[in-house]
C-alpha cells in the first residue's frame, strides 16, 4: 500500500503531531479536523518512535480523529493514518 504524504496546513488527511507533557497528541485535520461520518472516516492512527510503531488508536464514525499516546519521546517520530477513501497517510514531528 502506498503511503500519501503532504503538507499539514493544506491536505486535511496529513496527521499532525504535538508533543505534550508525556508523549504526543496527533490530530488528523488543521485547522479544520477530517470528517468521521459514516461514509468517510479515519479508521485508525498509529505512532511511530524512532522506526518502530508504539501504539495505536483505533476509530469509528463519530469519534473525534485525534488521539493521544503516552509513551517515552524518542528523536524520529511520525504518525500514520488510515481513511476509509483515500488511503494511507503520513506526517513527521515538526
Known sequence: MEILTGNVNEEKHVPYI???KNGYRVTVGKPA???MME?????FIELYVDGKMVMKKDLKPGDLPIAEF???????VYAREFCNLHGLWQGELE
Request: glycine share 6%.
Open 18 to 20: 504535538e508533543e505534550i
Open 33 to 35: 479536523l477530517h470528517p
Open 39 to 43: 461514509v468517510h472516516w479515519i479508521e
Open 70 to 76: 503516552e509513551v517515552a519521546k524518542g528523536k524520529e
